[in-house]
């Protein structure tokens, strides 16, 4: 069991766009921690795609255990054999599914989605992507995309044609020494309307949106396990009230218009670090610290984790 030099909290909200449309949250994430390693990553479904959640979900989870298991055997990592195994087991779901059917269809209906994920161990950290997204190390902000056409260069589609040019390997984004990280924010490409509207007022509230860098520097993100995904909630309700002089209602939508995820990894202690200023409707009791796989799933709020070396 991990003493807590760092701590973690994660989550995520459906965009405005996929609730008026009926559809569900495409995005994933997944977390493992042990005394070896911690792996976070999340998963942004193609909005264009009809269940694209389905790929992200089973791929956040893939990605984190393939990693797991070679940090656990060979105490390192080879990007080739990672993303070789995840190929491999992703086109054997998909044959599955597929019956002798198009394997192209069930890909692009289920199997297109964006990963940006973390590794850390003892002695480094590895921030990682494949597609676009938003990763903050240290509280540097780094957005990943957009991509020509608005068409990320989606793994999957190497099931198909392994030396396809669209074929370049997961992307180390970062690597450096682990006792220089004090935060890292790993989100799918939704976080950057965050980002983007830090000085628009939340729905209904007088209170703004506030800078990205609250969700590292405020202590209350950790201490509660919901408050983090209760702030995305804030961002993106719908709000409606009377006009009472023009006998009208006034409607206010979500700031949120695509799904939008994160993790976030502070160090216990560290630098940067704010007060707990905001609304009281984020406060709440602490909740349990853990120390497992812990996939997203939209019903289930997640305990903050803590985790050293």
Known sequence: ?????????????????????????????????????????????????????VGAQIGARLIVEI?????????RLDW????????ERLESIVQTLAGGHSLPLIIQEYF???????VITAEETTIFSRGDGVIALNGQIKQLGPFPDNAPPYLAYKICDRDSALGEQIQIQYQLPTVEVESIVLGTDGVSDSIAKEKHFLPGKAEKVGAIAQFWQQDRYFQNPDTLRRRLFLMNREVTKPNWHDRRLLRQGGLLPDDTTLIVI????????????????????KGDKGDKITPHTSHTPHTPHTFSF
């Open 80 to 87: 080739h054999k990672i993303e070789r195994e995840l190929l």
């Open 112 to 118: 297109l989605f964006t990963v940006v994920g973390a």
């Open 67 to 75: 990693i797991a298991r070679q940090i656990s055997e060979f105490d």
């Open 266 to 285: 502070r160090r216990r202690g560290g630098m940067g670090r704010g007060g707990d200023k905001g609304d009281k409707e984020d406060q709440g009791d």
């Open 1 to 53: 069991m991990m003493n807590g030099s760092f701590e973690m909290a994660a989550a995520s909200c459906i965009g405005r766009n996929h609730a008026v449309a009926g559809k569900n949250n495409q995005d994933a994430y997944c977390i493992h921690t042990n005394e070896l390693v911690t792996i976070a990553v999340v998963c942004d479904g193609c909005s264009s795609s009809k269940h694209s959640e």
